[in-house]
């Protein structure tokens, strides 16, 4: 079906379709109804086995049962659902890879009719293998949406009210227990035909069906119960956060309520990570980040250009006690000397675009096996002209006894400001401690240091640079239409991969393990801590101005009218302007009455209605 420029792709039909009747089908106009098609009839897709998400070409999609003069979605829907101008309508790109179910039939993403309703597991059985879907850096995906679709498949769970709990938690918990337990019961048929569970049922029911030595990979992802799934990619603690492809209710960016425009704009964003990732999303946004690394590697990999990293980075055994993060992201406060106030007008919060984002692609990672050096030959790499990837044991002397602006933080979370702290930092952190105070460092000599030992890796590189590239051109192409949704999803991915390299629990599968480099986290929070730093010293230099507040990459000041401390350029990294508000009568009794700096946390935190979204 081709399409006029600006034209919404036709998507379904509102009422119950009209079937055509068999006999005017003929062969050359469309193919046979799906559902009354026998088994031994249904084509068996199969593919090699491999890691999940492999590399497969582009498949055809069949047209399955279409009534005859079908109304387009917008002839159907046109004045009751907000169309969004600067949004193109859903392109090809996941179709042959992913379908999704509704109660009135099923679609392709780009809005193509397939079948009548799925109100059967046998149906949906025969749905999956006659579609002969084909991965896309992770496993072919069924799309059920809405609770009618689930009702038809016997997929419903009664977990009780949420008004009826005092904690949300305990409802989720209840109701993912509730789901494994209808889920394995009702798949039976698809069980008896030959497929295998991949772990418990449950939001996402993975599905493998083994052939000779051939495996097809199936995950269906059930929308409405994606609620029921835990984890801090979905941002829950006492609120509902992102939940992945689909969006966040408390940001206005989740599914329509309708099943029908829900699925349209599900098809539209599936098309879109298809397109500008390579794709489809994974069932959190961190998995979807580790597809688009495991995508460019299978790449390299095949090419013999580029880095590939295969195995995991855990941390070294570590000589002394060691707590917490590696390298912490900074949270600092001040009071306000009064005389900072008295030609401000207005507070302003300046916060790096896409920090990590920014980072993940400037920074080499170290990977292999690392050599633990001590005394003279970790002082002897240290010197070398680029220090090597790794960890470094140093003794960070009191900041009191260095010439440190005091309107700063100090430059590592680790320092105190009385005493030496003996601590292991990365390599980025040894860099910034040999800056010049101007830059953002100490102006530390190594002997300042007391290099003590290292950890050095054999092999480094711009590992993530095409992750970086892929991750920074999709986050523009969803800024420059205004797409919130793909933005904010965006954000999630490359925050949530980068927040889960510290966990190993991540990635236990084997073909997953490579993801677990708490190392790369490490170096990629430094090098955002000390770029906000340098930036800091930069505007002190050029205004005469220093924050109350850091957070992050955030940092908050008071500020008069003409003075603007946010950077011209859009690249990712610069300094963008987050929030601002007037510096009212009220806030400058609140800064100057604190009596500590909770309070003037406190007083920004009301001012700003933060939100803890931030943009690293």
Not at 433 to 460: K, S
Request: aromatic content about 6%; overall charge negative.
């Amino acid at each position: 079906m081709a399409l006029k420029k600006g034209e919404q792709f036709a998507l379904f039909e509102v009422d119950e379709p009209e079937v055509v009747p068999a006999e005017t089908v003929t062969a050359e106009s469309v193919q046979p109804s799906l559902f009354d098609v026998v088994d031994d009839e249904v084509p068996e897709h199969a593919q090699p086995e491999a890691e999940s998400g492999g590399e497969t070409a582009e498949s055809g999609t069949p047209d399955g049962n279409v009534a005859a003069g079908e109304p387009s979605l917008d002839e159907e829907l046109r004045g009751k659902v907000p169309t969004r101008a600067s949004l193109p309508p859903a392109g090809e790109s996941a179709d042959g890879h992913a379908i999704i179910v509704t109660a009135a039939g099923t679609y392709t993403p780009s809005g193509q009719v397939l079948t009548g309703p799925v109100d059967s597991v046998e149906k949906l059985d025969k749905l999956i293998r006659w579609a002969t879907l084909t991965p896309l850096g992770a496993p072919a995906q069924i799309w059920v949406v809405g609770i009618d679709a689930c009702e038809m498949l016997g997929w419903i769970i009664d977990p009780g009210n949420e008004d009826d709990v005092d904690d949300m938690e305990v409802l989720r918990t209840r109701a993912a227990e509730e789901l494994t337990g209808v889920l394995q019961a009702a798949l039976t048929p698809m069980l008896t035909a030959g497929w295998e569970l991949r772990g418990d049922p449950g939001h996402v029911v993975h599905l493998s069906r083994t052939t000779g030595k051939f495996t097809s990979m199936v995950d269906i992802v059930i929308e409405p119960y994606v609620w029921t799934y835990w984890n801090k990619d979905f941002g829950w603690g006492n609120r509902v956060g992102d939940m992945g492809i689909l969006g966040s209710p408390t940001a206005g960016t989740y599914l329509p309520d309708d099943d029908l425009p829900a699925a349209q704009e599900l098809g539209r964003r599936l098309a879109w990570c298809a397109q500008h990732l390579g794709v489809l999303p994974g069932p959190t946004p961190a998995r979807t980040g580790a597809a688009v690394v495991d995508k460019i590697k299978r790449e390299r990999t095949r090419s013999g250009k580029g880095i590939a990293v295969t195995e995991a980075g855990p941390v070294p055994p570590l000589d002394g006690e060691h707590r917490g993060d590696l390298e912490p992201a900074v949270g600092w406060t001040r009071v306000p000397e009064p005389d900072e106030l008295d030609d401000a007008t207005r507070l302003v919060s300046i916060d790096q675009r896409a920090a990590y984002l920014a980072s993940a692609g400037m920074l080499e990672f170290g990977y292999g096996k690392p050599r633990h050096l001590r005394a003279d030959d970790a002082r002897d790499a240290a010197e070398a002209t680029k220090t090597p990837f790794g960890l470094w044991h140093v003794t960070l002397p009191a900041g009191n006894m260095l010439a440190l602006p005091d309107k700063l933080p100090l430059p590592h979370p680790h320092m105190l400001a009385d005493q030496p702290v003996d601590t292991w930092i990365t390599s980025v952190s040894l860099d910034a401690f040999r800056a010049p105070v101007a830059d953002g460092g100490i102006g530390a000599e190594l002997d300042d240091l007391d290099i003590t030992e290292a950890w050095v890796y054999p092999e480094q590189g711009r590992a993530l640079d095409k992750w970086a590239k892929i991750l920074r051109e999709a986050r523009k192409v969803a800024v420059d239409t205004d797409d919130t949704a793909m933005k904010r999803f965006l954000g999630a991915c490359y925050k949530g991969y980068i927040g889960r390299m510290v966990n190993p629990d991540m990635w236990t599968a084997k073909q997953m393990q490579h993801h677990h480099q708490p190392l790369w986290r490490a170096a990629i929070i430094a090098h955002c801590r000390w770029r906000g730093r340098r930036v800091a010293m930069r505007i002190a230099r050029e205004t005469g101005r220093w924050p109350l507040r850091t957070v992050t990459d955030s940092w908050v000041y008071p500020l008069p009218e003409g003075i603007n401390v946010a950077d011209d350029s859009d690249a990712l990294g610069k300094m963008t302007l987050e929030k601002h508000a007037a510096l009212t009568d009220d806030l400058v009794a609140a800064f100057t009455e604190a009596r500590d700096t909770h309070e003037i946390n406190l007083a920004i935190k009301a001012v700003f209605a933060d939100d803890n979204e931030g943009n690293n």
